[in-house]
């Protein structure tokens, strides 16, 4: 892999000893998780000749989204035997409410036959936990006002794990033995909206993935500088670098046809 030149903190950019602290953290409180981060510095000159800096760094992050979503396609209902006021006259694209288990919907027939749903609820569940790390050495020598040297040590890693989970049932009247409501019970509100029933003849659809990945940079380097003169001035810089990206990835998928659903 190629070097990356970074701009860094060096010993000498801080007069004798320094440190500094810095703690942080913020609360998801629907992800009921505290997202803690951390850092800090030592640097130390001796006569403006050598100098040691040190710094660590330290962040978690977690996240939780749920979401729903029924999209825009509805489709009508129908009872067994209904004659009265309905257009699914020569139509397929509906379900058939199954009564003959009783109702007790507070809905008529008419109601039940004059009704719709939602062809493709959709719900999500997605976490993710990222854990970041970094550590920091810098050497500096300058044994001459015209010579300098920094002996470098960069290493960071980031652990990230995530989970998602997606389930769709299809109400859908043109699939090959749909059958509809199979709801022995109902509930309503105001005896009007229907809330809550037993799907039959569903097509479901769920699915779990699983990511994890595993990022390691560590580099060390050599740069230095020397001023032939007040005009010209010569730059170095070895260094040598590995980086390693290991990545795991799961998915489990589930369908089922002809699968009650509540």
């Known amino acids: 892999s190629g070097t990356v030149v970074m701009k860094t903190a060096h010993p000498f950019d801080y007069k004798g000893f320094q440190s500094r602290v810095s703690l942080d953290a913020s609360y998801s409180e629907f992800a009921d998780e ?9 640097s130390n000159t ?9 710094t660590m760094a330290n962040s978690s992050y977690n996240s939780n ?3 729903t979503s029924v999209g825009n396609q509805w489709i009508r209902g129908n009872v067994e035997g209904y004659t009265g ?3 699914i006259a ?10 003959s288990r009783g109702n007790n919907s507070d809905l008529t027939d008419a109601e039940l036959a004059n009704t719709f749903m939602p062809i493709w609820p959709q719900q999500s569940f997605d976490t ?8 920091y050495l ?3 020598w300058r044994p001459t006002d015209d010579l300098d040297f920094n002996l470098e040590l960069v290493t960071t890693s980031k652990d990230s794990q995530g989970f998602s989970n997606k389930m769709e049932v299809s109400v859908d009247g043109t699939r090959a033995n749909s059958s509809g409501f199979l709801a022995p019970y109902y509930f309503v509100t105001d005896g009007t909206a229907l809330q809550t029933g037993l799907v039959g003849g569903a097509f479901l659809k769920s699915e779990g993935t699983n990511v994890s990945n595993e990022k390691t940079f560590d580099q060390i380097s050599l740069n230095g500088s020397y001023a032939i003169n007040s005009g010209i001035t010569l730059d170095f810089l070895v260094s040598h670098n590995k980086e390693e990206n290991v990545q795991e990835y799961y998915r489990v998928k589930l369908e089922s046809y002809e699968t009650p659903v509540g």
């Open 34 to 42: 505290t997202n803690p981060s951390g850092s800090f510095v030592l």
């Open 128 to 135: 993710m936990d990222i854990d970041r790390s970094s550590a």
């Open 65 to 67: 989204t749920q979401k």
């Open 138 to 140: 810098a050497l500096q």
């Open 46 to 54: 001796w006569d403006d000749t050598f100098g040691v800096l040190f």
């Open 90 to 99: 020569g139509r397929t694209d509906y379900f058939t409410w199954d009564t």
């Open 85 to 87: 006021d309905s257009d």
